[in-house]
Structure formats: C-alpha cells, structure tokens
C-alpha cells in the first residue's frame, strides 16, 4: 500500500521569508500524481500544486514550487515571498495514475506565518 | 473545477442518533468521494460512491455504519448511524471530473457527538 509521510507536525516563517515542507512517499508504481492542498480554518481543502512523476520538470505555481525527486521519493513544497495569508495546515496527497482513485494523505504540517 | 456544496455545515448530535450529510454540485463528475478527518489528524478515505450501485467502502469502514447513496452524478449522501463520540470528525465529500487530475472538495461537516 501506498504510504505519504510529512515528518515536520509544526513550521513557522517570517513574512515575506522563504519556506520548505518536506513530503516523503512509498510507492511500487512508476506513474502516479502528488498534489500539495491547503487547509485553512475555514476548513476548505485547496489544491496548492500538483506533479505528474512522468514529468521531470518541477511543478511552479507564482510563489509556491516543488522539488520532486522520483528516486528519493520525495516531494518537497517551497513558499517563497510567505504571507500571512499563506498560513494553514498543508497536506501532501499521492494518487494512482490506474486503479484505485483515492488520494492518500500524510499528516499535515502547520504552517504559521509571523508578521 | 467544480462547486460543491455540502450540508449540514456543522451539527452537535445525541449519542445513538444518526446524522444525513449531503453533497451537491454543480456540474456531473465521474467520481465522489467521502472522507473523514479525525480532531488534529489527517483525511481517511471512507468510501468512494458509485453512481446507481453500492459504495466501495475502504477498510474499517462499513456499510451499516456508513451508508452512502448516489443517486446521479451530481448528488450522494453520507450518513453516520448510531453515532458514538468516536465519530466526532470533519466528514468531507471530494469529486473528480470525468478525465481531470485534481480533486475537489467541499466546506466539510463539522459533527459532533455528546
């Protein structure tokens, strides 16, 4: 089974600072989809970005870029220029390109922004 | 992308009660989904609702305790019978349309049960 693992639970930036969160996977299949969503206390799941792995080119999206390294498994998220806006809980999601649908989650990290 | 709108926004149930959570959207979707976030925790996958035939219900998960209909692609409840604090959660419908990569999600329901 397919198993995502954010290892840092808390993370905490200056406004305006540069912010990386770490996203780690398990897999045993050669194509799927990772995706980055934001919660914020309105509780509304965001997409952020999201990655094909058939796809060398890291993901961008204005302020916030991936770093996707398919051998380490790995799918780190970067917040550049933070705002406070930015602030929320963000989960990493793995999704099968065939078969079973579902997204699988890791845990979340919580991301707060200091003024 | 795709509108959903998911009542009761939130609700405080009785023990032993059960609660009818419902999803809508705007547009017909090939896929709906229904997940459950524990206090602090992450999303779990309960079942994934099948338009006109049962859910596919993820392990520890069962049809007794969460029944879902789809009646047609834009439509399905979830509901949360005989309700222990155990089930205090956030329950949120997902949808993907017909060839998309994204999900999309609703507000989520807030339940909890004294």
């Known amino acids: 089974a397919q198993t995502v693992t954010q290892s840092q639970p808390e993370m905490s930036v200056q406004e305006a600072e540069t912010v990386t969160l770490s996203c780690t996977y398990d897999?045993?299949?050669?194509?799927?989809?990772l995706f980055w969503y934001k919660q914020p206390p309105s509780r509304q799941m965001i997409l952020v970005i999201r990655?094909?792995?058939?796809?060398?080119q890291n993901a961008t999206e204005n302020r916030f870029s991936v770093n996707f390294q398919k051998a380490a498994k790995s799918f780190s998220l970067k917040i550049s220029d933070s705002q406070l806006g930015d602030a929320a809980m963000y989960f990493c999601?793995?999704?099968?390109?065939?078969?079973?649908?579902?997204?699988?989650f890791g845990q979340g990290t919580r991301l707060t922004i200091n003024p | 992308s795709a509108v959903i709108s998911q009542k009761p926004s939130r609700d405080i149930c009785q023990r032993g009660t059960s609660l009818t959570i419902q999803c809508q959207v705007d547009?017909?979707?090939?896929?709906m989904f229904w997940y459950r976030q524990q206090p602090g925790q992450s999303l779990t996958l309960i079942a994934t609702?099948?338009?006109?035939?049962?859910?596919?219900?993820e392990s520890g998960f069962v049809i007794d305790k969460f029944p879902i209909s789809r009646p047609n692609l834009t439509f399905s409840t979830l509901t949360v019978s005989n309700m222990s604090p155990e089930d205090s959660s956030i329950y949120l419908c997902?949808?993907?349309?017909?060839?998309?990569?994204?999900?999309?999600f609703g507000q989520g329901t807030r339940l909890t049960v004294v």
């Open positions: 997902s949808v993907r349309m017909g060839g998309g990569t994204e999900a999309f």
């Open positions: 897999t045993s299949e050669s194509d799927y989809y």
């Open positions: 990655q094909e792995a058939y796809k060398q």
């Open positions: 999601a793995y999704r099968r390109l065939q078969g079973a649908q579902k997204l699988v």
């Open positions: 547009s017909q979707v090939t896929m």
């Open positions: 609702a099948n338009q006109g035939s049962e859910a596919t219900y």
